[in-house]
DNA sequence: TCAAGACTGCAAGATAACTTGCAAGAAAAT
DNA sequence: ATTTTCTTGCAAGTTATCTTGCAGTCTTGA
């Protein structure tokens, strides 16, 4: 049953402190969870043994208990996305598209674990305040440069993709500048090239952003950024595009948004400046 | 700056126990944010004292304040859901990332009301049995034309990737077969050259399959075969590639389940004859 | 081969967090 | 008005978690 529901059923056997607390946990559930039964109690105006006590009286073992069926039901964890998992192995589908898609689901439920929705603000307006953006995706991860290539150029930036050839790619990247940025693709092991790719960039002064696999952190050479997200399917065996290319859609489209805040700014500057010299 | 970012920089001076601990912390950054540290070590395999130490290292005051800033990076802040549905669906999960993952899971959990796996499997081995397999994808869809250019290519097939000038897919249509199978992707709209590119097969009798989006059966032309399952996102604005890259990456499977099938057949049949010579 | 340094588990001690007995004050009942 | 009950803060005690000195073992360098 859901804790906000067991809450509300007792809501009117609440003594006052026991209501602040209700009150503050509703309010902000997962600062509850994360928190100390002092934090919460401080919040709500009690003393911490109101806390306990209300923990106990909500049927709960300890503070302890309740705080962890808060985290359960409020902050994404592996296990809560496993519950997902599970509701969706229950349908018990065994064909190629459905368990693909299946699996693919999981992959993008965990997501956020691993890349936070300010690690692809930053980097999507890392690449819009870019004088140029040049893209490296060897193998697979070809695929996923053609894409962003494609994507960037309808904003109008300047975009090159690298030549996977080491000859090409060398000539290429004597054009990088230190306005520039390098972007790359990382999965099972660092691409041919990388190392020269990621030096160079930093002797240059370019900012350089992996979008990687689970082991992206672990590159060597370190670029400057990382997006690092598990994709599905089997580490050693057939894996998908899925979930790189959803990052790199979410940072379409955080370029896309922040080129819209930049103009709306430059909207609202001229609009004041027609005021003054109206 | 990035948590994991702090982490990658310091990966060279880790010692093994270290090591492990943050290739924990990588695996999975929530459960460490929500654990205390003998359970992170634990998990590890190492004493919760190397927790500590760590912690230390990596420039935090304490393993408290290592995992606060676990959670300020990987737990978000503002609540109001439960499950992954409503975690990403209702949240201010204004995030970028977590709503295109949520589009993403919902229109893949939608994916085989369109597409029947005896569909997946007829054009899997169609395209397994072609002599040869030209593939065209035009604007966006390039993208997934490449892909399984480079797939189908690691089964060996002989896959050609259709130029997208008009001059130049017309002299490669020359080349076009009966035996061979023509695949193409249609989204919004037929892409450049549809129509001169399914006449032509059909005059010479090759097959030709269509990967597409909710418009799909309304195509002119007719196909042979269509694959229309609808794309996330809304219709009018930004549509990404991730349903239809999992209707290829369904039939990249199938068709290396077949050729397993075929390989497998050929081996029955080589018994069998050995034991005719017997 | 030997000595020095590094790593890490153990365990004692320290710190943080929680629980509960007690009591003061407020509210409710008589 | 008085008594009883309830609420909740205080603080002592308990439990959980973390830190650090020590020592054994392994690795590295001379």
Redesign the interface.
Known sequence: M?LIKKISEQVTALTPGERRLVENVIE????AA?GTAGELAKAAGVHEATASRLAKKLGFDSYAAFRDAL?D?????????T??EKT?AETG?D????K???E??QA??H???????????EIADLMMQAKRVFIYGY??A???A??MV?RLRRFGKDVQQLDTDPRGLAEQMLGLETDDVVLSFAFRRPPRGYAALIDTAREIGAKTIIISG?SG????P?PD??L?APRSGDQDA?Q???VP???C??L???A??TAKEASLRKLDRLGKLIERFD
């Open positions: 859901s902000s559930p997962t600062s994360l985290r039901e409020f902050i994404a964890t592996q296990e809560t996305a519950r997902f969706i589908t064909t190629v598209l459905g693909l898609a299946m693919e689901a993008l439920s997501i956020e674990e691993f890349i936070s929705p300010a690690q692809i603000n193998g697979n070809e695929v996923l053609l894409m494609k689970k952190a672990l590159l060597a370190r950024h990382i690092a057939f998908t595009l899925t290319m959803t990052v859609n979410a379409i489209i955080a896309g948004l």
